[in-house]
């Protein structure tokens, strides 16, 4: 039986848009889950038995959801049916001395975030977000920053300057500042400290990013595309979340058999710079709260590695669909259309994490959501990406598949997907989850 989404392409739309950073992600995602019923845990506290839960560190967010215990006489081990994520994108980054002044102008010192594909983010109108760590009397307290309004802009060199007519070879270091406005400009974490609401003189840290202010769009003469930046990986932010919330109706509805394991949303920062942080997914966050929740539900340390051993990672990331104008740059007989379904990603040198018994549990998903399965390998003579799969199974020994939905243009500040995708995504995680 296919499964009945609450995703939509404009919804996805809607949540970029509330999303500039990380942060805002988790704060997007979090007031979804409040809405919900969700209860929010820290990890500094004690945990009581939570049901439905979400924890959140920086940039990164678990959520879960453990219902299928609700009305057991005694607790019953379950194990974890878990959808991975990341919440940041390639972009710009405002440096730790951001004033310049050339040629008479105002100018931003940015820096490159992950592999940002540099000549898209030229002559965009670009605001600013992130967050901002003050002096609240004697402790450190921060804010969130988010700037809809054009501040920043990185002009293109003219054509009549270039060497050879055929563009510019961009240096990350000199050319990809933002002109802020003619003369001497207020100090840049001034301004962004009085839009806070924060005393400039309290600022002690900031961790600041720019981003596209042009609204996600619906396009193309039959509305069957989206435009929208951040879609990699915002697209499984929203996808993973909606599936996430509508776990309770679709089993309740009996669209489903027996009910199985604990639903669980883990959405990592950093994963395009490596996933090396205190959050990212090389951390030790997915596995405390899984060994937290465990306990908080009656369960001992033996149980939670018995758990552990039984319980599955579903990494999403966006998939390259094939390109028409480069279709020479894809596997021969691998083509990926848009909106043609959930992708599954596999390759033999582990950049993905995919194996035989992942594969058939994502495929067996996708056919009971009722949505086409399509399968990526990479060429082999170009160098594959990867994501978070790979380090989820190794640093927790789940049992991980990568999966994805469709796009074009990935890592550009101004990204392409199916309209169709996003809902046939979100179906397919809903039933991996459930």
Excluded at 23 to 42: I, N, Q, S
Excluded at 50 to 62: C, F, K, L, M, N
């Amino acid at each position: 039986m296919a499964v009945n989404t609450s995703a939509t392409a404009a919804g996805l739309g809607d949540f970029i848009d509330a999303s500039p950073s990380p942060f805002h992600v988790c704060a997007t995602v979090a007031a979804e889950l409040d809405a919900a019923g969700y209860v929010r845990v820290f990890e500094d506290r004690p945990w009581s038995t939570t049901v439905r839960g979400y924890v959140i560190r920086g940039g990164s967010i678990i959520a879960w959801d453990a219902s299928v215990l609700e009305g057991l006489s005694s607790y019953a081990p379950q194990p974890f049916r878990i959808v991975g994520g990341h919440t940041d994108s390639p972009n710009l980054r405002v440096k730790q001395n951001p004033d310049r002044t050339a040629a008479g102008l105002s100018t931003v010192a940015l820096e490159p975030y992950g592999g940002a594909w540099l000549n898209s983010w030229l002559d965009r109108d670009l605001g600013l977000s992130g967050r901002l760590a003050y002096n609240d009397g004697g402790r450190v307290a921060h804010t969130l920053v988010r700037i809809d309004e054009p501040v920043l802009r990185v002009p293109q060199l003219a054509i009549h300057l270039s060497d050879d007519r055929k563009g510019v070879h961009l240096d990350p270091q000199r050319h990809v500042d933002g002109i802020r406005g003619v003369g001497e400009s207020q100090p840049l974490l001034e301004y962004v400290a009085d839009r806070a609401g924060v005393d400039p003189d309290a600022v002690l840290g900031w961790e600041l990013m720019t981003h596209d202010v042009t609204p996600s769009r619906i396009i193309g003469s039959a509305g069957d595309l989206l435009s929208a930046p951040r879609l990699d990986n915002q697209g499984t932010c929203y996808a993973g979340l909606r599936a996430l919330l509508d776990v309770p109706r679709l089993r309740s509805g009996g669209e489903d058999g027996q009910p199985r394991g604990i639903a669980m949303l883990a959405l990592f920062d950093h994963e395009e710079v490596g996933s090396g942080s205190e959050r990212g997914a090389s951390s030790d966050f997915l596995v405390t709260v899984c060994e937290r929740i465990v306990g908080g539900l009656g369960g001992d340390r033996d149980e939670f590695l018995r758990i552990m051993a039984s319980s599955i990672c579903a990494s999403g990331d966006m998939a390259h669909a094939t390109h028409p104008n480069y279709s020479e740059r894809h596997e021969p007989s691998h083509h990926i259309a848009v909106n043609g379904g959930p992708v599954l990603k596999v390759n033999q040198n582990l950049r993905y994490a995919s194996d035989a018994i992942g594969e058939a549990e994502f495929a067996l998903a996708c056919r009971d959501a009722g949505v086409p399965l399509q399968r990526y390998i990479h060429r082999a003579d170009l160098p594959c990406g990867s994501t978070i799969g790979p380090l989820t199974a190794t640093r927790t020994g789940l049992l991980t598949v990568d999966v994805g939905a469709p796009q074009l243009a990935m890592h550009s500040c101004r990204e392409l997907m199916g309209a169709d995708d996003v809902a046939m995504y979100s179906a397919a995680l809903a039933a991996f989850l459930r």
